[in-house]
């Protein structure tokens, strides 16, 4: 239950000022963002305040939602401190922290008019442009600046990174290849050259430059993941259990915490004990990892699962001995991720941990990955009906669904997703029925789809395809197929026994756990990497002839059988 701030009275000493910041520090601690907010306010009375104060008040606005409060806020601390370059560094990486990447990019302009002579400052600026998707001018003021510093690795770190975004790892090849010869110890370059290794399906080398990363900075999260990335797609269980202890670390501004006072679980025994296991990451990876669950449930006597709310029917109807609960989500003052759980009570629980931490304990080896082909979530029977009986009124006898992108469309994640205008090849098919399953507003693609090619890609407009979990799986449960991106719909299908097929961008991916055509997770899933030297327009044509038609002359022999 939160306490109102009292009365505040306004500061006229250092010393009341200090107390008033400590006070809204405190209700920042415990999320009343609201009651911190009125400390802060007060505080900024006092003549001399210091500039983190406008972070902290900009981060209270954004966390009761008042973004465009936020941004004025942050704004009104770069009019301040203009003239203060080490001030406008701050603030920019503050930004950076909050998504307001525009900003960022004010910051850093006024920090690189100021000490022109920093080469950092222009790395902090195009990573801002990069981030905010202004590829293109990221790269130009990269190009002018590179020739002034040729010999700084980081701005030939920077613009690889800027030009894998745009135009994909391979390409970024020589811009990391030359910062690592200027500075083989910068951890960053060496990582960065282990992702392009992936993408060029080089995994045996990308693992040798990730565990070179690790040993230059073992203590930075990314190179860990980029060693328990690169350890599981060649199998190498041991190295990624290793590299995965560093997976939800403060240091990594995604990781998400549980603040309860309850003994982490470190992969003991669970007889007769209680385990609360935490949700992380996006809502894919939490349907695609819900197969841990199975198991645990078995072995423990009480398991308590933290959810997206959205999948609580679909894993109450599939975990009936489990307690299914939806997470809340805030931020502690340091700035990390908590995720609250309501109703429960941590004196009856006696481990907590978080779900990939059950994958790193319980999965040591391929022969501990169960074959998940059949599927483990259960939609209710009455949605499923409902679902099998719409599918049959289509006019072909084979249903497969497709879905093209993400909901978590960042300018480093562009690459990895073909536009729905590419897939034609696929969609054009005969005697298919094509069904959208991508969530998000798309009906404007897909009638762009008919209008200007004639293709029918079948979108029931009755599901939502977002929020409606368990109505989705249903409605997958009796489809022959679901193939598209590495993202949550494709996952979806796999976990209620329906075929998949991932067509991914360059490189399998880490769920694979070594296996080169698909996952040990899902034996009878496909998975097809893209040709790294093609673009996705170059790609789709020989993916529908050499390998997706003949799939669906395959599959009607089968059905007319």
Known sequence: MKTDAPHIPVPKTKKQYVKLVEA???FFKNEDFANALKYFSKALNYENYQPNLLVLMSRCLFNLGMKSKAISMMEHALHQNADNPGICDILGKSCMEMGFFDLAIKFYTIYCQTCPDDPIGYCNLATAMRESGQLDESIDILQDIIPIFPESAHLWNAIGASVSFRDGYPVSQPFYEEAHRLDPTIASVVSNLSLVYTNLQQYEKAWEFAHKA????PKNFMCQRALAHSSYNIGKFDDAFEALAWHNHLSNPDSVFMPYKIEHWQGQDLSGKTILVGAEQGVGDEVLLAALYPDLIREAEHVIIGCDRRLV??????FKEATIVPYKSGQ???GYKVRLYDGIDPEKIDYMCLYTEVLRHRWRSREDIPDMSAGFLSPAEDKVAYWKEKITQLPHNISVGICWTS????ARRAMFYAQLEDWIPVLATKNVNFINVQYGDVSEEIQNLLDKHGIVLHNFEELDLKDDFEGTAAMMKNLDLVM?????????AATVGTQVWWVIHNNRFWESFGKEDGTY????ALMTPKTPALTWAEFMPLFAKEEFTPWVEKKLKEKSA
């Open 214 to 217: 690790v040993k230059l900075s």
């Open 313 to 318: 029917p679909l894993f109450q109807n599939s």
């Open 521 to 524: 997770l899902f034996e009878t």
């Open 407 to 410: 909901q978590l469309q960042e």
């Open 484 to 492: 598209g991106a590495a993202s949550a719909p494709v996952s979806q």
């Open 24 to 26: 809204g520090s405190h």
């Open 332 to 334: 502690h003052e340091l």
